[in-house]
């Protein structure tokens, strides 16, 4: 059973649009995995146009590779070490904590992700 940073069981991230490593919704990860797709984050303008100046166009369609381009308030297993890039530069949207694998702990302090963790309103 894959854990979360919590050590609990790892929930979904995005069924639409389908995300993470192994497209199964998750953000599981494998060795494989090189880029560590473990932190489920909810997308903002902000940071899609961070990662998007930094090289890594989230945003276009890429239909040969099943990929529906990315918007505001979509959800997506991101790269660990993106995601800190993105904090340090003030840039790091919410994360889903309960969704992001206990690996993203290699890379990412889990007191920054609390500071970014999403909390929905009732």
Same mark, same amino acid.
Not at 16 to 32: E, M, Q, V
Not at 77 to 97: D, G, M, N, Q, T
Not at 100 to 114: F, G, S
């Given at each position: 059973m894959a854990k979360n940073?919590?050590? *609990?069981?790892?929930?979904?991230? =995005?069924?639409?649009? %389908?995300?993470?490593?192994?497209?199964?919704?998750? /953000?599981?990860?494998?060795?494989?995995?090189?880029?560590?797709?473990?932190?489920?984050?909810?997308?903002t303008e902000d940071f899609?146009?961070?990662?998007?100046?930094?090289?890594?166009?989230?945003? *276009?369609?890429m239909p040969e590779y =099943?990929?529906?381009? %990315?918007?505001?308030?979509?959800?997506?297993?991101? /790269?660990?070490?993106?995601?800190?890039?993105?904090?340090?530069?003030?840039?790091?949207?919410?994360?889903?904590?309960?969704?992001?694998?206990?690996?993203?702990?290699?890379?990412?302090?889990?007191?920054?992700?609390?500071?970014?963790?999403?909390?929905?309103?009732?």
């Amino acid at each position: 059973m894959a854990k979360n940073v919590f050590g *609990t069981e790892l929930k979904s991230c =995005s069924m639409r649009p %389908l995300t993470g490593f192994y497209r199964d919704g998750c /953000c599981n990860t494998g060795d494989d995995d090189t880029g560590s797709h473990t932190v489920c984050v909810i997308l903002t303008e902000d940071f899609l146009r961070f990662s998007f100046d930094q090289g890594n166009d989230l945003i *276009t369609p890429m239909p040969e590779y =099943s990929f529906p381009g %990315l918007g505001p308030g979509d959800k997506w297993c991101l /790269c660990a070490a993106r995601w800190r890039e993105a904090y340090k530069a003030s840039h790091a949207p919410f994360v889903i904590l309960e969704s992001t694998h206990e690996r993203a702990l290699e890379v990412i302090n889990l007191e920054d992700l609390v500071k970014f963790a999403y909390k929905s309103i009732p």
